[in-house]
């Protein structure tokens, strides 16, 4: 509230005449505030729709975090629930799958992270060398598209893509000299087609991002650097991808951070029986015991130990990315 | 120009290698799509062999006819259109008014409004506490269901804010305050026809999300009456499919199992062109639109 204070009192001040500045002691300050909050009641009409979402769709459920720590049944209520203490968690680590989840989890984030997190930015260093036409306007247009088609269809396309019978993936193999491979019920395979599917759908969306960020290079860098004898290569090293480094740094943070909760409605659609050994992931396990079986406080528990590990990386990380380099979310 | 400036050998051939990576990953993108606009007219038995891989073949149109004769999709389209509408002019409703309060310096409390919006990008209940309050508000198995639970996106308030920060002069707004105009006033006169841009902008961002989401269908409806397309697409394209692949059955079965299949294959490309043809009319034209969108977001992210 502090900040605002300030700035509420720094726009009175300039309405003010000379005359009654001299006068600025504490006391009137609140006075000032008031005035201002009532002469502007009807812009907290305006916001009254967006905090009542937040606080119903987003900060009771906060506060119903607390069934993770009891026994919820819902003819009592989370209130008249009776308290457990860490009892769900315990019998989540002890659980046989616990490591697992874990390491489907973090498996899947790495791979994607590693794949999927330099690609957009190779594509738009590339992109920002092409002259403005018909050839990169229609590089772009094509690249961009993927991301509109919806996750079901995604998965629908992955799965007739990559049918051993029918799929035209296979038939190349085949055509190839190699013997078809059941993508979609091998586990060893989920994680490669999770994450180059992802590629396919997103990269190209993922580079408007950074083209942003190269548009605001000055060209003049760039001219003096050809007249220094820089060649293209040697001008994108080292003109671009500094220019890029703060954004890169920014979404590195947000996907860290996001590591332990990737797009699950993805995995969801491809899972199934035979691959659930490497698809099955936290948030899908959440889904499955939560909503299916109906174990509301034990699923909760399970979500809530995933949020606070997802908390605890943001944190981590943007305190470290805020020493070493200057460039944090906060 | 002189020599220095003029283009050297390798640069030469590095531009050469950077136009062909970027036609190389053009390609890679349009292959899928281009065979799934193929396979979606071509004769099932052709595509499901491989002998259909770019261009249709044996061209037919019964797909797109067991399609249109389907109800069940017919419906989930109509469905869809109705939370699209409905779910885009809340966002909207939601959204910009707020967006355009925060964007004001003069208003107090902003920061700690902003605050209480960002915070939920990063920390939030969880899948089981927020399905536990949609249900305790009486929502499942409503419409409300897949509309309210997703009101307004943080991300959407900051880029319109932005919007309105960097592009309403704040001359306008004084000379308003002076003549003695209300903020209700203000806004309907004089901020929202110059807002048409983000507004359209923030419209296609919801109106997107609204056609092609799943996820809260999936957890909150159980009446297959109320099924947007895309549970209903969930159904033919990835449960049935699974199906199919993971059973092991013989004789009469198996028989009926293949007609099935083959039926299943003849509207499998087809659903997705259908169900994804509203987003494919529009894009052309609004991917600028887009783009400025995310653009605007990144000024400030």
């Known amino acids: 509230m502090d900040s605002n204070t300030a700035t509420v009192l720094t726009e009175e001040e300039k309405q003010q005449t000379p005359k009654s500045r001299k006068v600025p002691t504490k006391l009137p300050k609140p006075k000032k505030k008031n005035k201002k909050i009532l002469q502007n009641w009807q812009l907290y009409i305006f916001i009254l729709p967006a905090f009542l979402y937040f606080f119903i769709f987003h900060y009771i459920p906060m506060y119903g975090i607390q069934i993770a720590f009891k026994d919820f049944i819902p003819s009592s209520g989370i209130w008249g629930s009776e308290w457990v203490g860490l009892e769900h968690f315990k019998r989540f680590f002890d659980s046989y799958y616990f490591w697992d989840l874990i390491k489907n989890t973090l498996g899947l984030s790495v791979y994607e992270l590693i794949i999927g997190f330099p690609l957009p930015i190779i594509l738009a260093l590339a992109l920002n060398e092409a002259k403005d036409g018909l050839y990169k306007r229609t590089v772009q247009t094509v690249t961009y598209a993927p991301h509109f088609i919806s996750v079901v269809v995604m998965a629908g396309m992955i799965i007739a893509f990559l049918s051993p019978a029918t799929g035209i993936i296979n038939h190349g193999l085949t055509l190839l000299g190699f013997d078809p491979i059941p993508f979609m019920s091998d586990p060893k395979w989920f994680k490669t087609v999770y994450v180059f599917s992802g590629v396919w759908q997103s990269t190209g969306w993922g580079t408007i991002i950074y083209l942003a960020a190269l548009s605001g290079v000055d060209p003049q860098h760039h001219e003096a650097a050809i007249v220094d004898g820089a060649t293209r290569l040697q001008r994108i090293w080292h003109i671009n991808i500094p220019a890029l480094v703060p954004t890169m740094i920014i979404l590195l943070i947000m996907n860290l951070g996001n590591i332990m909760a990737m797009g699950f409605e993805k995995i969801l659609l491809l899972q199934n029986p035979l691959n659930l050994e490497s698809s099955n992931v936290i948030a899908t396990f959440v889904y499955q015991a939560g909503l299916l079986d109906a174990q509301y406080s034990f699923a909760a528990a399970v979500g809530l130990f995933n949020s606070v590990i997802n908390a605890i990386l943001l944190i981590t990380v943007n305190q470290i990315a805020k020493k070493r380099s200057e460039t944090s979310l906060w | ?301």
């Open chain 2, 1 to 301: 120009m002189n020599s220095a400036i003029s283009e050297t050998m390798t640069d030469k051939i590095i531009k050469i290698l950077i136009y062909v990576f970027l036609g190389f990953a053009t390609l890679i993108v349009l292959y899928p799509l281009v065979y799934i606009i193929s396979a979606s007219i071509s004769d099932p038995a052709d595509v499901n062999s491989g002998k259909m891989w770019l261009f249709p073949k044996g061209i037919t149109f019964e797909g797109y006819r067991i399609i249109f004769e389907n109800g069940a999709i017919w419906k989930g389209y109509l469905n869809t259109l109705f939370y699209t509408v409905l779910g885009t002019t809340i966002n909207l409703a939601v959204t910009i008014p707020a967006a355009y309060a925060l964007s004001r310096k003069d208003f107090a409390g902003r920061n700690l409004f902003m605050a209480m919006f960002v915070i939920t990008m990063f920390f939030s209940g969880g899948l089981i506490p927020t399905y536990l309050v949609v249900k305790s508000l009486g929502l499942i198995d409503t419409i409300w269901a897949m509309v309210l639970p997703n009101a307004a996106a943080v991300w959407n308030i900051v880029i319109a804010r932005v919007f309105f920060q960097s592009t309403i002069p704040k001359e306008l707004e004084e000379a308003a305050i002076i003549d003695g105009a209300s903020n209700f006033k203000m806004f309907f006169k004089i901020i929202l026809p110059l807002s048409m841009p983000i507004i359209a902008v923030m419209g296609l961002f919801y109106g997107v999300g609204h056609w092609n989401g799943y996820f809260n269908a999936l957890i909150y409806l159980s009446d297959k009456e109320l099924f947007p397309l895309q549970l209903v697409l969930r159904e033919i394209l990835v449960l049935q499919e699974m199906a199919s692949q993971n059973t092991d059955v013989t004789g009469s079965m198996a028989e009926a199992m293949h007609s099935k299949q083959q039926l299943a294959a003849v509207i499998k490309y087809g659903v997705m062109i259908v169900s994804t043809l509203p987003i494919i009319i529009i894009y052309p034209f609004l991917q600028r639109f887009f783009v400025k969108g995310v653009m605007i977001g990144s000024l400030k992210g």
